[in-house]
């Protein structure tokens, strides 16, 4: 089971380019979510949608947009980049509704925006 | 609202000795609480969870956590560790029966040789 999958591994982007984050799972879950991961403030929460068709803001939704046009698919796209979103960035699901209360993560996208 | 204090932000100690990784929260609702580890590059992978039931939880590699419903707190405890267990350890709660997970800061545990 592959579980969570994230592309690309990592990328270097030039400021006001755009650039969209891919995230799969093969899992089922409803809710997914994508973090930002940086050093002293652990990860922060971008969007999350809690199933096909919806999506939320999380607490730093600037900048950033998501689509979920299916089960397993929660692609994030940065419009514009700036350098302040370098980061690492993991996308994660969960599914209280199997009982599968905690989440499970991707392996992460480390983006440097120059 | 919910948060997550992880107070330590680094935890050096020396191999086979005991840790704890302390983490405390606050909720006005009753919540889940997780443990995940974090190593070097990768992503996170869960230890252990309190979901309901016994206030002991043991997890993977050793680990054990004890929730303390009146000092809400959710320690984490290994009594002897390893080189291996060099990592990032999260805290985290989440809210029964909903989708809404909060993060503490993470404690880098350094396991000196």
């Known amino acids: 089971t592959a579980g969570i999958t994230q592309a690309p591994t990592s990328q270097i982007l030039a400021a006001g380019r755009s650039m969209t984050l891919r995230c799969t799972q093969d899992?089922?879950?409803?809710?997914m979510y994508w973090y930002r991961q940086d050093l002293g403030l652990g990860l922060r929460l971008i969007h999350y949608s809690n199933t096909a068709g919806t999506t939320g803001k999380g607490e730093v939704p600037d900048g950033y947009s998501v689509s979920r046009a299916n089960t397993d698919d929660f692609p994030l796209t940065l419009a514009s980049a700036v350098p302040s979103q370098t980061s690492v960035y993991f996308c994660?699901?969960?599914?209280?509704?199997?009982?599968?209360?905690?989440?499970?993560f991707g392996p992460g996208t480390r983006l440097t925006v120059l | 609202a919910q948060s997550v204090t992880q107070l330590d932000s680094q935890v050096p100690v020396f191999e086979e000795a005991p840790v704890e990784l302390r983490c405390n929260y606050s909720s006005s609702v009753s919540v889940y609480l997780f443990w995940y580890v974090q190593y070097p590059n990768q992503g996170l992978q869960l230890l252990l969870k309190?979901?309901?039931?016994?206030?002991l939880v043991k997890g993977i590699n050793g680990f054990e956590a004890e929730f303390n419903k009146s000092q809400t707190s959710f320690h984490l405890r290994k009594p002897s560790v390893h080189i291996s267990d060099t990592a990032e350890y999260f805290c985290a709660v989440s809210p029964s029966g909903t989708y809404k997970y909060i993060f503490g800061t993470g404690t880098r545990l350094k396991v000196l040789a």
């Open positions: 994660a699901s969960s599914d209280p509704g199997q009982m599968l209360n905690e989440q499970f």
């Open positions: 309190y979901l309901s039931g016994s206030t």
């Open positions: 899992m089922r879950h409803n809710a």
